[in-house]
């Protein structure tokens, strides 16, 4: 299926359903900006008042500025990360036939799922650091040696570290495709822990990582203004999950196959 026969396929799935799923989007998004702009507040205040100057802004040599990012970058986790599986989880229900339509406030009274959802997130968060460090590294390494006026072998190793940081930045952008699916793999196996659904989403997205991209070359410019948000988020979302849902669909019917066959053998 197309990406564009998906999003037909969803639009008639989501008619007359636009203004619930948009309710359900929200609120994870809301979370998010609520939690930056404190940040940029509290940050402001300590540029006002002269605590820090703006460089340190950047340079991240006040203490305090370390420790708060760190604590609000934890809260808001817990924060958003049951209200993001909250929500793949009742889109889930609302693309697929069959599927428990579980209310969203119920699911976040769920310790068992209020967990799972902040260790899938957080284990997330870290893979995609993780594969980001060597670009990092890379880079650095690449523009120290340039920056040095590096001739003979020291370009040819600037070079080759140019190289692999884009290597690695690949890398990075795959991690950050494969766990777009944690959310609903934590939905559809509520048996599964947190991290076990981070390190299945990298095996069960893989050959699939079109279906995110597709989706956002769609919606990018929609979803840019202000006015396109209410009309295409729960639009896109709703694709997303459908497409997802269709890749589950898929595994399950590839096992059981295998499965007949052992037992014909």
Known sequence: ???????????????????????????????????RLGEAAFFSMLLYFGAMRPAELFSGSFAGQLVLAAMLTLL???????????????LRSAVTDGAEDVPVSELLLRGSFVRRSITAYAAGRLLCFAALVPTA???????????????????????????LAVLSAFLWLAARLCVTAVPFLLAEYPEH????????SLSF???????????????????????????????????????????????EYAHSAVRRVRRAG
């Open 137 to 163: 590294l890379l880079g650095a390494y690449t523009y120290t040696l340039i920056a040095d006026g590096g001739v003979g072998s020291e370009l040819f190793a600037a070079w080759n570290a140019a190289a």
């Open 193 to 200: 822990g947190g991290i076990s659904c981070v390190l299945m």
């Open 1 to 35: 299926m197309s990406i564009w026969q998906l999003i037909g396929y969803t639009r008639r799935r989501i008619r007359g359903r636009r203004a619930e799923l948009l309710l359900v989007c929200l609120p994870p998004i809301a979370a998010g900006l609520l939690f």
């Open 76 to 90: 808001r986790w817990g924060v958003t990360a049951p209200l993001k599986c909250a929500a793949a989880a009742k």
């Open 205 to 251: 997205m893989r050959g699939r990582k079109r279906l995110p991209l597709g989706l956002a070359a769609v919606y990018f410019l929609p979803l840019a203004t202000a006015v396109g948000i209410p009309i295409f988020l729960p639009e896109a979302a709703a694709a997303f999950a459908t497409g997802i849902s269709i890749f589950i669909k898929e595994d």
